[in-house]
T-cell receptor, first 114, second 118 residues
Framework: AQSVTQPDIHITVSEGASLELRCNYSYGATPYLFWYVQSPGQGLQLLLKYFSGDTLVQGIKGFEAEFKRSQSSFNLRKPSVHWSDAAEYFCAVGPYNQGGKLIFGQGTELSVKP | GAGVSQSPRYKVAKRGQDVALRCDPISGHVSLFWYQQALGQGPEFLTYFQNEAQLDKSGLPSDRFFAERPEGSVSTLKIQRTQQEDSAVYLC????????????????FGPGTRLTVL
């Protein structure tokens, strides 16, 4: 079955500390992987994506993610968290080709302590 | 450079009422998706259009849900005889097919419509 698991429902980090959000997927074909961020009352904003090439991808707002095929993981990282990073983060997987639905994890809520 | 827009942003309906939710995709985007996001959950796929053709409606939860995109741009998601379990945020996303045979699936999301059924 195709699925995405985000094991951490809620994470709290101190401002300036590093962050890692976990994502594991199960997908039958070559996955196209995404991380989205959702602030309250807002839609989903794409942080970064990966399909092929270098397994460490850089995104917006200082985020990066590393694809590990052997572990079926696509973890999101940021070296130093800012208070404005507090939001809900979603990992998603889908096909590369046009028209394929995305399968989302249930999300990780990030809180940032001053 | 307008993004995906959705209206209304908030909708309150009494159980049994019909509702219609509108999505304006990014100009030129041929693919359009609807997702349902329940409280505390990730979005779940409802249906997909390529231009005016509805190619996948496998995620629609019941025959009370109906979507259309008659001219290949604006789309409407209609829910008939709403039930309390229909309360959710309904997200629309669009994506486009690049030139020279490029085909990829980066989806751009609208702000969503929050539906509350009383």
């Amino acid at each position: 079955a195709q699925s995405v698991t985000q094991p951490d429902i809620h994470i709290t980090v101190s401002e300036g500390a590093s962050l890692e959000l976990r994502c594991n997927y199960s997908y039958g074909a070559t996955p196209y992987l995404f991380w989205y961020v959702q602030s309250p009352g807002q839609g989903l904003q794409l942080l970064l994506k990966y399909f092929s090439g270098d397994t460490l991808v850089q995104g917006i707002k200082g985020f990066e993610a590393e694809f590990k095929r052997s572990q079926s993981s696509f973890n999101l990282r940021k070296p130093s968290v800012h208070w404005s990073d507090a939001a809900e983060y979603f990992c998603a997987v889908g096909p590369y080709n046009q028209g394929g639905k995305l399968i989302f994890g249930q999300g990780t809520e990030l809180s940032v302590k001053p | 450079g307008a993004g995906v827009s959705q209206s209304p942003r908030y909708k309150v309906a009494k159980r049994g009422q019909d509702v219609a939710l509108r999505c304006d995709p990014i100009s030129g985007h041929v693919s359009l998706f609807w997702y349902q996001q329940a409280l505390g959950q990730g979005p779940e796929f409802l249906t997909y259009f390529q231009n005016e053709a509805q190619l996948d409606k496998s995620g629609l939860p019941s025959d009370r849900f109906f979507a259309e995109r008659p001219e290949g741009s604006v789309s409407t998601l209609k829910i008939q005889r709403t039930q309390q379990e229909d309360s959710a945020v309904y997200l629309c996303a669009s994506s486009f097919k690049g030139g020279s045979g490029t085909s990829y699936n980066e989806q751009f999301f609208g702000p969503g419509t929050r539906l509350t059924v009383l």
